[in-house]
């Protein structure tokens, strides 16, 4: 399976701010997804990152909250602007396998606190 | 709409004991299934998975699954419970047309005591 990291791995940021998450891959992978998992809760889709295009966000999920980028296929960017206390979550990108499209594997996440 | 459902919030078991965490779906079309689990403060860690073939598929750490259609159940099993399978774990679903969207159940927690 793909070797995910995450940048930064946890982060206390101020109400108001932005933080972008980096995802980094050590091999070339077809899809790249973005998940949220709030305080005691279950994972939610928020968008699947689309290498060389825009970025297609599941229900309840919009661009201007939460813009992603991919510009290549190793390396995928999630940014959570505006940040509010509900924004507080773990964030974990995921990546399909090579042997299967539905199988994903997942980074160790970023646990953001917005204070 | 697609659903996975874990009925036990928190499953207590004995080590050396056999464990069980339930799963269920509703999905339209065929189901991918899958189980994830989540030590503390560290990432999703992939289990096993179904996706064809026998019902009763084998994974990482000793676990196991056995899918059954009839039931729309995964449920996991292990024969002899450890304490360090304590963790939280997730089922996870997928179909065909849903572009490799997961939708995860809500979690059960497993304890495992000595």
């Known amino acids: 399976s793909a070797v995910i990291s995450q ?13 972008t998450i980096q995802c980094q891959v050590d091999s070339q992978v077809t899809m790249m997804f973005w998940y949220r998992q709030q305080p005691g809760q279950s994972l939610t889709l928020i968008a699947t990152a689309n290498q060389g295009s825009e970025a297609t966000y599941e229900s309840g999920f919009v661009i201007d909250k939460f813009p992603i980028s991919r510009p290549n296929l190793t390396f995928s960017t999630l940014t959570v602007s505006n940040m509010s206390p509900e924004d507080s979550s773990i964030y974990l990108c995921s990546v399909t396998g090579s042997g299967s499209v539905y199988e994903q594997y997942f980074g160790p996440g970023t646990r953001l606190t917005v204070t | ?7 036990e919030d928190q499953v207590n078991v004995a080590e050396g004991n056999p464990l069980t965490v339930k799963c269920t779906y509703s999905v339209s ?15 999703l860690q992939f289990l096993l998975k179904y996706i064809t073939g026998d019902n009763l598929v084998k994974g990482s750490y000793g676990f196991e699954a056995e899918f059954n259609k009839s039931q729309t159940s995964f449920h996991l ?5 450890l304490v360090s399978d304590s963790a939280l774990y997730f089922c996870a679903v997928i179909t065909y047309n849903q572009g490799g969207k997961l939708i995860f159940g809500q979690g059960t927690e497993l304890s495992v005591k000595p």
Do not use: E, H, M
Not at chain 1, 12 to 17: A, D, F
């Open chain 2, 1 to 7: 709409a697609q659903s996975v459902a874990q009925p």
């Open chain 1, 7 to 19: 940048k930064p791995s946890r982060d206390i940021c101020q109400r108001g701010t932005s933080l």
């Open chain 2, 29 to 43: 079309g065929n189901p991918y299934l899958f189980w994830y689990v989540q030590y503390p403060n560290r990432g």
């Open chain 2, 77 to 81: 099993k292990k024969p002899s419970a």
